[in-house]
């Protein structure tokens, strides 16, 4: 069995690395950046249309609005980063947001946080994906007639990807992002030299369409309301911000530094292509609807259901590319790209957050644990099948996808800059040098506006979002919220019932006597070796079991047993019904019952097999019985195994891989063998 899954895992993800070897995971910022920054990075290409959908509500004439837009974007966006930079520095272990509510504001806040941030990562690969099959659809009509089926598949590879580590992931996908970027700063390079020093018209493709405005001479609330909802769409620019603050332990030496640097070159950039696409989308004329089927006209006819609608950033590219060229097919396939790739910064933080919160015991101790490649492999593994449901449910459609989208950022933005206000405070108190209370204060002030400015986003991203989706967002919320406490209150719960008492206990008492039992089917060498093993214990009783199902084969065991002259007794218990497990059971719960200070052990023979099927053709009734027996108190079960010949073709399989690092090897960390402690003593 172990052959069957263990070299297709070797081929798929790699060998195992030691647990010594996780220094050479750690990520320098070049690598970082894509890594840990491909999400807000890539953003750019969907969140400006997101605007020019919202607004397209009032007309073409609600376009003028779209600069103001993009301005309190880039101040949120920049108010964010510099809140972030303090984070980074006054907590490096990685909690990031999470640590930062649980410290100052308490577990309830840190709870809420993570829930907020653990559905925002998921929504963070279910949109990316989404979108970048949009993308790729444009290009490619077989993707966007299987759009699921293309989704789920992109997220199976970005899972195999993130299995076999992460500077292993982030050197591939270093490059995407990288032409991605160079090749946006080209085009709004070159469309501004066209526009503004040669004085050329760009015309997009829907230059020519009209807009049937749903909502004519919006003014007053409407308007305003109109320019919110189109203010918290275009937020989604700033989703996986938080992520480095999450992921300040996979950087190098010195950490704090290399984290605060990567995200504040992660800000310019991204403010930059954000404004870049907005303001060259305004001088192309592009035209965009939510429902471009009939909203959209070209020479008063509407367009119809036929008609694709291609993201802003696509038709920016052809404005100043020309439709076709080299650099606009490049653009457009980093583009695609990039959105892919961007779901990998959830992929670095849902693992490392779901580690934290299973140290503190919100979740199942099985995500703390690094796999083969060093990567928290379960964490990577719950991630995937989370956003795969919800590509399935949504139909991989990046415009419903995107209205769960943002509320959870906001929610951990808002909590973790209240947080960092509460740390300043405390410090401020203790701190004496007017150097550093300098310093404080000026943090603070910068935390202070970033907790006041995140939340009256969320109030807006709630207010414009709700019933569009952001509901579900925040039942996810409740979902993680109520499943982690019910989690801790388990482990709480059995740590509890575990702790070894100060003075003398029931489970500290040595028992009055030791009651043996040795199971018998057959008189055969693994029952003669259980017999022997038994004796060895010398227990206070000793007898053999057998349950009598069949009055032939019964008498033929009795027969075997006394022309053997085992000196053991042989009790045979009758099952009427044919049944083996319930008569033994009751038996030992019998034993138990007449002297509750004795311990009974249970000896059961089981067969060693080398093949996989032979699993399935051995041990069953000893598998039944074990599980029957462990529900009852002051009882032991031990397995005497007797090896089979096809035994040692796994020992065979065993030695010829003895060279690499068996599964689970590298949660054991590094053993010293004899062999190496000889070689090292030389």
């Known amino acids: 069995m172990s052959k069957l899954t263990d070299v297709p895992k070797r081929i798929l993800i790699g060998r195992a690395l030691r647990s010594d070897r996780l220094g050479e995971t750690l990520l320098p910022k070049r690598i970082a950046l894509p890594v840990f920054a491909s999400d807000p990075l890539s953003s750019v290409a969907y969140a400006p249309g997101e605007v020019l959908l919202v607004l397209s509500i009032a007309g073409v004439s609600a376009y003028h609005f779209s600069p103001w837009i993009a301005l309190a974007v880039v101040v949120l966006m920049f108010t964010v980063v510099a809140s972030y930079r303090q984070n980074v520095h006054a907590y490096p272990s990685g909690g990031g947001d999470y640590e930062v509510a649980n410290t100052n504001l308490g577990p309830k806040a840190g709870l809420t946080v993570a829930s907020a941030l653990l559905v925002d990562y998921v929504l963070t690969v279910a949109v990316s994906i989404a979108s970048g099959v949009e993308n790729l659809g444009s290009a490619v009509p077989f993707v966007v007639e299987h759009k699921v089926l293309c989704a789920i598949g992109m997220i199976l590879l970005l899972t195999l990807m993130n299995l076999r580590g992460m500077k292993e992931s982030g050197r591939l996908f270093a490059i995407p992002t990288y032409v991605f970027v160079a090749g946006v700063f080209i085009m709004i390079a070159w469309g501004a030299w066209r526009g503004i020093v040669l004085d050329e018209t760009m015309k997009a493709p829907t230059a020519d369409f009209e807009i049937k405005a749903e909502h004519q001479g919006l003014a007053g609330f409407a308007l305003v309301f109109l320019l919110l909802r189109a203010f918290s769409s275009g937020c989604a620019a700033l989703t996986g911000v938080e992520a480095i603050s999450n992921g300040v332990p996979a950087f190098r030496k010195p950490k704090s530094k290399n984290a605060a640097t990567t995200l504040a070159l992660m800000g310019a950039l991204a403010v930059t292509m954000f404004c870049g696409i907005i303001a060259l989308a305004m001088a192309t004329d592009v035209r965009m609807a939510e429902k471009p089927a009939t909203d959209l006209l070209h020479n008063g006819v509407a367009v119809g259901p036929d008609y694709v609608q291609n993201p802003v950033i696509s038709q920016v590219a052809e404005a100043v590319f020309g439709d076709g060229s080299f650099l606009f097919i490049l653009l457009a396939a980093a583009t695609a790209l990039v959105l892919f790739l961007a779901a990998n910064t959830a992929y670095n933080g849902f693992p490392l957050l779901g580690s934290i919160l299973a140290q503190d015991r919100y979740l199942p101790r099985q995500l703390h644990t690094r796999g083969d490649r060093l990567a928290f492999s379960?964490?990577?593994?719950?991630?995937?099948?989370?956003?795969?449901?919800?590509?399935?449910?949504?139909?991989?459609?990046?415009?419903?996808?995107?209205?769960?989208?943002?509320?959870?950022?906001?929610?951990?933005?808002?909590?973790?800059?209240?947080?960092?206000?509460?740390?300043?405070?405390?410090?401020?108190?203790?701190?004496?040098?007017?150097?550093?209370?300098?310093r404080m204060f000026r943090s603070r002030a910068i935390n202070a506006f970033g907790a006041f400015f995140t939340g009256l986003v969320l109030v807006v991203v709630l207010a414009t979002k709700f019933t569009h989706g952001a509901w579900v967002a925040l039942l996810g919320m409740l979902i993680f919220y109520g499943t982690m406490t019910a989690i801790r209150k388990h482990y709480d719960r059995v740590a509890d019932e575990i702790a070894a008492d100060e003075g003398p206990s029931d489970d500290s008492v040595r028992p009055s006597r030791v009651h043996s039992i040795v199971l018998v089917s057959k008189v055969h060498k693994p029952t003669l070796r259980a017999l022997a093993f038994a004796k060895l214990t010398r227990s206070d009783t000793l007898e053999a079991l057998s349950i009598s199902v069949d009055p032939a084969e019964t008498k033929a065991l009795k027969a075997e047993w006394e022309r053997r002259g085992i000196n053991v007794p042989l009790k045979i218990l009758d099952s009427p019904y044919r049944e083996i497990t319930r008569p033994v059971v009751e038996y030992v719960k019998g034993l138990r019952s007449e002297n509750p200070r004795d311990a009974v052990s249970v000896y059961i023979p089981e067969y060693v097999v080398g093949r996989w099927y032979e699993h399935l053709l051995h041990n069953q009734s000893a598998l039944r019985l074990k599980g029957r027996l462990l529900f009852t108190p002051g009882v032991m079960v031990t397995s005497v195994p007797y090896q089979l010949e096809s035994s040692e073709l796994a020992k065979r399989r065993a030695k010829k891989r003895q060279d690499w690092n068996a599964p689970g090897a590298v949660r054991r960390g590094p053993v010293d063998t004899p062999r190496s402690k000889d070689r090292a003593g030389k």
Do not use: C
């Not at 906001?410 to 405390?426: A, D, E, I, K, Y």
């Open 378 to 438: 379960n964490g990577i593994v719950l991630l995937a099948g989370a956003a795969v449901l919800l590509i399935w449910i949504y139909g991989a459609d990046s415009t419903k996808l995107i209205q769960l989208y943002i509320v959870g950022v906001f929610v951990s933005f808002t909590l973790s800059q209240t947080g960092m206000v509460r740390h300043w405070n405390r410090h401020l108190k203790a701190e004496k040098d007017q150097a550093v209370r300098r």
